[in-house]
């Protein structure tokens, strides 16, 4: 570990960066790779590579009776899995959701020609606020999509009632939370469906992937349908479709991966608690903690920075940490309505979102999973707990990079 103990040992002011190498966000988490080649060895051998095979079905199998769902629809990735879900529900018109989250989520909505309608989040959990959600419907809303962010689950309680007093259908984006319950139930369970992303970033991942979990038979059956082009035997098209389907080797990575599942948990909440004692008492440096009473992935680790006290900002602190190779990132910055199209469609939404405004320039996501281990994870809480005893000075360096006599402190 490099300790760094004066100002010009930070790489940002030309010292030696703590790491050789990059450290991501998001590296994956990979399984048992003799388990995950002999799968594919099987797969080459049957020759059936797509098309509902059988690690597909298995894969399927498994995830629902892991979620105790009765529908868990493997997907080519977790866009297509909410485009089809969205489509199967028959959602039209608007669609109530928050800002704060990856754009997929809105863009899974515009692409069919749904306006997206941007609603604030609750500061503790950065998941969607029930009460401005009601404040928001109006005759041309069909539904509502909750976001688990960061795994971290949605009032879902106060959402499925707003949704059944005005008729509307209830989505949830799953993205972050697979593995994870609220009040003990497994997500999966919840609305008219729950998406799940497995894409190579998140806890558990398929390369690329997702899937849809309903406990409705009907909707399952339409969503079946329409990630096969919609069709119904061989020559029977019965809805519009489109190809949703997974690979069978994305699925041989998936069973491989539900294999590990309890020791990827293991690794991140064990990195969760080292960033915990470690960032401890830093003032103006808040760690997103998680409710240890439900099951949770701890996949992501989030720091709310708060510049009233650390002098510097989070987006100063995030060029720091990338001079130091640590590639900190400003999950989900600006906002699905700062970016386009929405920002020309809705100029003045921001106006109803100040706490998305606020937390988006306040978050930053460190690096955890089982490519980063707990020396590093001291090294980079070493470099934000000196940041912040020198923060004066290390603001005043940032403004004026040529005053030497501030480098002696
Ligand atoms: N809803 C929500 C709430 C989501 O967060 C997402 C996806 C979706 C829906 C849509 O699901 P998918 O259609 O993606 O299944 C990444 C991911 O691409 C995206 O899946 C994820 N959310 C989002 C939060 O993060 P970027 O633009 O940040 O990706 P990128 O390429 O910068 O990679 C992130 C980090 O991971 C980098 O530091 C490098 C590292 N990495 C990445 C890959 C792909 C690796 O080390 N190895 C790899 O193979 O979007």
Same mark, same amino acid.
């Given at each position: ?13 030309? $010292? ?14 990979? $399984? ?25 079905? +298995? ?74 959600? +009601? ?6 809303? #069909?539904?509502?999509? $909750? ?9 879902? +309680?106060?959402? #499925? ?21 609220? !009040?003990? +139930? ?24 997702? @899937? ?35 690979? /069978? ?9 539900? /294999?590990?599942?309890?020791?990827? *948990?293991?690794?991140? &909440?064990?990195?969760?608690?080292? &960033? !915990? =004692? ?31 006290? #650390? ?21 989900? &910055?600006?906002?699905?309505? =700062? ?5 020309? &469609? ?11 405004? =606020?937390?988006?320039?306040? *978050?930053? *996501? ?18 934000? =707990?000196?940041?912040?005893?020198? @923060? ?18």
């Amino acid at each position: 570990m490099i300790n760094k103990t004066q100002l010009k040992d930070l790489a940002i002011f030309n $010292g030696t960066p703590a790491f050789n190498e990059k450290l991501h966000v998001g590296r994956p988490n990979i $399984g048992n790779r003799d388990r995950l080649f002999e799968r594919i060895n099987d797969l080459l051998d049957r020759r059936w590579l797509t098309n509902n095979g059988p690690y597909v079905q +298995e894969l399927e199998q498994r995830m629902a009776d892991m979620l105790g769902v009765k529908h868990c629809i493997p997907m080519c990735n977790g866009t297509v899995a909410l485009e089809i879900a969205i489509r199967a529900a028959g959602l039209t018109g608007e669609v109530i959701l928050p800002s704060f989250t990856f754009i997929a989520t809105a863009h899974a909505l515009q692409w069919q020609e749904i306006t997206p309608v941007f609603c604030d989040i609750e500061p503790h959990t950065c998941t969607i606020n029930p009460w401005r959600v +009601e404040a928001m419907i109006t005759p041309r809303t #069909t539904g509502i999509i $909750g976001v688990h962010l960061w795994g971290q689950t949605c009032n879902v +309680e106060a959402l #499925t009632e707003i949704a059944q007093k005005h008729n509307l259908k209830l989505m949830f984006d799953a993205a972050h939370a697979f593995g994870c319950s609220h !009040q003990g +139930e497994m997500i999966g369970n919840f609305g008219d469906a729950e998406v799940f992303s497995f894409h190579g970033t998140k806890f558990f991942n398929t390369f690329e992937g997702g @899937s849809v979990a309903t406990n409705n038979d009907e909707l399952a059956a339409k969503i079946r349908l329409m990630k096969n082009f919609g069709f119904a035997g061989f020559e029977n098209v019965n809805y519009i479709g489109t190809n949703g389907k997974m690979s /069978e080797v994305s699925a041989a990575m998936g069973l491989t991966g539900l /294999e590990s599942l309890d020791e990827f *948990v293991a690794v991140n &909440y064990r990195n969760h608690k080292q &960033y !915990q =004692r470690e960032l401890r008492d830093i003032p103006g440096v808040k760690l997103l903690t998680y409710n240890e009473a439900e099951k949770c992935n701890y996949q992501y680790i989030v720091l709310e920075i708060d510049q009233e006290i #650390t002098e510097f900002s989070r987006d100063q602190l995030v060029k720091i940490l990338w001079a130091e190779n640590i590639l900190a990132r400003r999950y989900f &910055y600006p906002g699905c309505h =700062r970016m386009e199209p929405y920002r020309s &469609y809705f100029p003045h939404a921001g106006l109803l979102l100040p706490e998305t405004e =606020r937390l988006g320039k306040r *978050v930053l *996501v460190l690096p955890t999973g089982t490519a980063v281990g707990i020396e590093e994870i001291s090294q980079i809480c070493q470099i934000i =707990r000196f940041l912040v005893q020198h @923060s004066h000075e290390v603001k005043q360096k940032l403004l004026y990079p040529s005053d030497e006599s501030v480098l002696a402190h």
